[in-house]
Every structure is written in C-alpha cells, then in structure tokens.
C-alpha cells in the first residue's frame, strides 16, 4: 500500500547530473530540466558557466549553493550541490528544487525589508522636517531680536518727546506712532512666543498673584473696548474661586487677553461673554471652567480645525488684521498648564472658546499679601543724590534712549561704553551702583563680562546690580544670565517705566 | 576573442542592484521592489574592444545590512566585485568604510567599484555639496531609473578585468 501512495503522491524535485571535465552533460534523470547527452551544463543556466574553474576536479569536493534562481522556460529556485571525485569518476551535479520553499521565504524577507526602508525613509523625513522647522524658528528669533532694536529707540523716544513741549497736533503725532510702535511690538512679541512654544523653549514661572484682581482688571479694559465698539461685555465670574494663584500670572493673563482679543475683533454687533466657575477642588488644586463667548462672525465647520493653527486667519479678506498667532498661542499656553482648549461655532450667530485647567492655590489665603511697588514707591527711598550707572551698550539708538530717559530724572551719572572689552577696565577704576549690561557686544558678550566682573577682586564687584539689556528672551538665555551673575533683565524694547522701574528696584 | 567574467553585486538591500543589472542587461526600469533572497545569476557580453568582448556573468546577490554575512560559496571564483549603496538612505552608507576595507582585505587584487545608486532622488548639486557625507569615495554615481552611468559602470569594470 505504501508503494501505492508513494507512486500516488511523492513527487520527486531532484535531478541527478554527471558532467565531463569540459562541462558537457554525461546523464541526466530530466526530472526538472531537459539535458541530452553532450549539452552544455551551462545551458540551463550561467550559474553554471565557468564553474568547473572554481575548483580542481581531480580531488574529492562537495560544495553547496543555496537559493539559486534558475530559469529555463518556468523559474525554480533551488538548492544545488557540485560533487567532484579524486578516483576519476565524473562530476555529479544534484539539483533540489525548494522553490515552493523559498517562495514563502521571499514574502518573509519582502515585508520586512518593505517596514524597515519605510521607517527608514520616515525617519529621514522626520529629521529634514526637525531641521526646517528648527531653522525657521532659529530664524524667527534672530529676526524678532533684530526688530527689537530700533523699536526700543521709537518706544523710547516716544516717552522723551511727550515730555517736551508740543502743540496738541504734535501731541497726537506722538500717540499715533506711540500706538503703531505698541502694534509693531505686540506683533513681533506674537511671533517670538510661537516659535518659543514650538521649539519647547517656553517654561512656566510660579508666582503668587491674585486672580480676583487680574480678572476685575480685564473686566474694566475690555468694559472701555465694548464701550468704543458699541457692543455688551459680560463677566460671570464665580467669587468662591480663591483669590490668590500660584501660578504664570503673565502667560494666564496672555491667554484671557487673547481670547478676548479674537472675540472682540470678529463681533460688530451684539455681545462678549467671559465665564469663569469653578469645577472642583483637589490637593491645592482648583478646576475651572473659562469660556468666552461672542456673537460674532463664528466660524464654518469645515474651517473649525484650522482655528488652531500657526499663522490661519481664517477671514482672508483684508478686513481683520493681525498675525493669526493669538489662538495657537492660547492653546500652546494652555497645553503647556496641561489644560484643554475647545471651541464651538456657527457661522454667522458666534463661537464660544471653553478652557478646562487645574491651577493651583495656597490654603491659607488670608494671611497671603503680595509686595508690589511702583516705580515712584521706589523712588522715595533713594538714599543718595546721585548715582553712577554704567551703561554697556553699543547701539546707538539705544545708548541714546537711556541717555535721554535717566537726564530727565536728574538722578544719575551715567558712563557709555560701546565695546565689550573696555567694560572691565571701566569697572575697576570707577566706583558704579549699577550696571545696564547689553548682551550682544562687539567683543566679549554682555553674560561673559558679567562673569568677569562677579570675579574681579574689587569691592563692590560681587554684589553691584547688574542688569541685562536684551531682546534674546528665550529661557534658557535668561537662565544663563542669571547663572553669570546677572540680576535681572530689561527686555528690548523698553520703554520709560520699565527701565526706570527696574533700576530704582536695584538702587533701593 | 571572448572571455568570462564572474562579477558579483554586494550591498544592503532596497539600494537597487538588480535594478542596476537589469537596466544594464535589459535596459528596462520598473518602480516594483521585489526582495531578492539568493541568487540570481545574468549574463550580458560587452564589447570593450573592436574584436574583443568580455562576457559577464553577473551575480546579484540578495542584500545584507553586514557584509561578512554572505554565503561563501557565492563568492568562490569571483573576478570583480560592484559594491552599491543608496545615496539617500544613510543606513547604507554608515559602515561603507569598514565593508570596503573588508573586501580588499579578503579579496585583495580583485577589482572592485563602490557605487552611489539612485542619484535620481538627489537636488542637482546636492552630490557637489555633500561629497563628505561617504567615507569612501564613489566610483560612480548611478541611477538605474535613468540609466545614468550604468553602462559606463560596467564597461569599466569589464575593461579592468580583461586586462
């Protein structure tokens, strides 16, 4: 019976071949491939060519090709063995035909070559993608810190010349480009914070501030805007939320002014909502709900997901101006506080942006009090005539603008010096209270000085305010900064009151 | 006057050697990857001479990402050796010098072409730009897409071996 089956089903996939010395077929069993007497082997294939070279015939020799590919009118793939003879005997040639085998390995080894080139060409991709996006925000904030500059000198000089004397007319001229300036310098602020967020350049601080406060303060600017606009403002704000945070009361105020900016903008007729109510409290934590909502233009579904996006006005007309950054901020803001941002909308009848985020609060509010002194507080508590102050800054325009805005207060001796390498010099020989330290020098940079100067064996050296000029605001640069000694930093462009405010803080 | 050659194509897989083989062969393209595994073996004869032609037997050997994994017996009576690699897939490229230095440590004598495939997927001067990018200088820069350079490739080659 076995016989039987084995005639029935074994099909034999090996051929049995003896050669000649010169390649020419003694017998052959046929089974895969037709070879007459007196063929040459290597008519089955050029595998075969050449291949009675590789080796001395007249030894004994077994050698293996694995998965060689062989077509003669159909393709096998097979295995092949070459057996030569030292006794004389002819060259054996066995040809196993594992292609039903090799078929099934080919797939194998086709899916995973497919996955790992495709990663590999995602990856590939991923890093030009990482380097673009790098370079443009390299660039980004090379240009922003550029247009920083000569804003400081229309900032500042703006502030100069309302102290002077000037027609009504002339007074309005100075408030237009005062305003245009406060524009210009919103909008490079905008782009600068972008890029800061994309490239996870931007932390959050964690200050005391009261929230109770920052919101009255939005309720009464955003009163006026409705007021000159024509249209309602409404808060409903829930006054069981704790009064003190602890939090990025800058960033959380950014995120408020946003929303209300955008809704303002797009509404002509009707009203803006803000609706703050708390959700639940736990750990020193409390949920809030934040939603603003208008009646304005709203938006189609069909454009609701780009709201989101860097640089998408979704309102390509002319009619609304603006960068198209002040939303993606708001989400990059709250997703940094590990909050969420929503928004529902129906074109023509209004949207309404709803932000869930957990902030933080002392449990002892009471006996919370926040130390806040302006700039004239500190003024009264100058204990000298007249201070030396050192400026260390080689724009001009700016050179200038400090010039003129410390003249006018008439309590200071101020040194200008335009290259990084004299400050040192300067340091020793003079005996200065504070020291407003530009950071991109000619010479040796504004946070390598302030390592040096910390160091000097002088007295004074160690503990002089010094105050970083600078439009490079990214983190890590203020950490840098503050690690070389620095005290504080007076962002470019400042106006007046900012710089008065800081150096009377350090004067005290 | 006609001779044999074994010439034998090594290199990491998806960097197109049997699309080279078969522009160089058949002068045919197709965009289809299909993973070689063994061998295939071609035959193509070229002229290098008015009277004098090299016969090529061409081995494409099915790729590996190391080198010293080839199947010995593939590599017995080798004339010359056509390492590729693809220029836009650095994983190909990455240990090039120790591959190179393996070969003609082992096969010293044995002529060998270091190719840069697909030069088709490059900018125009990207190549100029970023000739440091390989450790081993190429031979050739080649595209089986267009043809460019395949024939010169391996007429250079045949040339080499029948002196």
């Known amino acids: ?44 294939s050029p595998f075969f060519e050449g291949l009675a070279s590789y080796f001395d015939l007249q030894e004994d020799n077994d050698i293996k090709f694995t998965c060689i590919h062989l077509e003669n009118k159909k393709e096998y793939t097979c295995d ?43 990856e590939l991709k991923n890093k030009y993608l990482k380097e673009k996006e790098d370079f443009k925000n390299t660039f980004i904030a090379n240009f922003s810190h550029e247009l920083r500059n000569p804003l400081t000198g229309v900032t500042a000089f703006c502030s100069v010349l309302q102290k002077t004397q000037m027609s009504t007319e002339q007074q309005d001229y100075v408030e237009v480009i005062k305003s245009s300036a406060d524009h210009l310098k919103n909008m490079i602020g905008d782009i600068l914070e972008m890029s800061k967020i994309e490239v996870g350049k931007l932390s959050i601080d964690e200050e005391l ?23 309602e403002f409404e808060v409903d704000f829930d006054q069981k939320i704790p009064t003190y945070f602890e939090g990025d009361k800058t960033r959380i105020k950014q995120i408020f002014e946003n929303l209300l900016e955008n809704a303002f903008k797009f509404t002509a007729t009707g009203k803006v909502i803000l609706s703050i109510s708390e959700n639940q409290r736990r750990a020193r934590k409390v949920n809030l709900n934040i939603s603003v909502k208008d009646t304005g233009i709203g938006i189609s579904p069909k454009k609701i997901d780009l709201i989101f996006n860097s640089f998408t006005q979704l309102n390509n007309a002319q009619k609304y101006s603006g960068t198209g950054l002040g939303l993606s901020i708001v989400k990059g803001l ?85 290259n990084g390498e004299d400050v040192i010099e300067s340091v020793i020989h003079n005996e200065y209270d504070l020291i407003l330290m530009d950071i991109r020098m000619p010479g040796t940079h504004g946070d390598e000085l302030t390592k040096m100067i910390r160091s000097l064996p002088v007295q004074n050296c160690k503990t002089i305010p010094i105050l970083a000029l600078t439009a490079n605001l990214y983190d890590d640069d203020k950490k840098r900064y503050k690690k070389m000694g620095m005290n504080d930093i007076i962002e470019k462009p400042f106006d007046e009151t900012t710089l008065l405010n800081k150096i009377y803080k350090y004067l005290k | 006057m006609k001779t044999s050659k074994k010439i034998i194509l090594l290199g990491h897989f998806g960097v197109g050697k049997s699309s080279l083989i078969r522009q160089f062969v058949e002068n045919s393209f197709t965009t289809d990857y299909k993973v070689t595994i063994g061998v295939h ?18 081995w494409d050997l099915e790729g590996y990402d190391d080198i010293k994994k080839t199947r010995a017996s593939y590599l017995l009576g080798t004339h010359g050796f056509i390492y590729v690699f693809d220029v836009t897939r650095p994983a190909t490229f990455e240990n090039l010098e120790d591959d190179i230095t393996y070969l003609t440590n082992q ?3 044995t002529p060998l072409k270091v190719v840069g495939n697909k030069i088709d997927l490059l900018p125009k001067d990207y190549l100029k730009e970023n000739a440091t990018d390989f450790s081993v200088a190429p031979d050739f820069f080649t595209s089986a897409k267009t043809g460019d350079k395949v024939d010169a490739l391996f007429t250079t080659l045949a040339k080499e071996l029948a002196k």
């Open chain 2, 41 to 58: 073996i071609l035959k193509k004869d070229v002229n290098i001479a008015p009277d004098e032609t090299v016969s090529l037997i061409i």
């Open chain 1, 334 to 418: 709250v997703e940094l506080m590990d909050g969420k941002i929503t928004v529902e909308s129906e074109e023509n009848v209004g949207s309404e942006f709803k932000v869930n985020m957990n902030f933080k609060y002392p449990i002892n509010q009471e006996n919370t009090c926040l130390e806040e002194k302006s700039a004239m507080e500190h003024n009264n508590f100058l204990s000298k005539e007249k201070y030396n102050i050192l400026l260390a800054e080689d724009s001009e325009l700016a050179q200038m603008a400090v010039l003129k805005i410390l003249a006018q207060e008439g309590h200071f001796f101020l040194d200008i010096i335009s």
């Open chain 1, 1 to 44: 019976m076995l016989e039987t089956y084995k005639g029935k089903y074994f099909h034999p996939r090996t051929q049995f071949i003896t050669i000649d010395e010169t390649g020419k077929v003694i017998e052959s069993d046929n089974l895969l491939f037709p070879l007459k007497k007196g063929d040459e082997i290597s008519s089955i």
């Open chain 1, 80 to 122: 092949i063995e070459f057996k030569t003879f030292a006794n004389g005997q002819p060259t054996l040639i066995i040809i196993h035909d594992f292609s039903d085998h090799y078929q099934y390995y080919q797939e194998v080894a086709q899916s995973r070559n497919e996955s790992v080139i495709n990663s590999q060409i995602l």
């Open chain 2, 107 to 109: 096969y010293a004598g």
């Open chain 1, 209 to 231: 501030f009261d929230f109770h406060k920052l919101i009255e303060m939005l309720e009464f600017t955003y009163s006026v805007k409705a007021k000159q606009k024509d249209i």
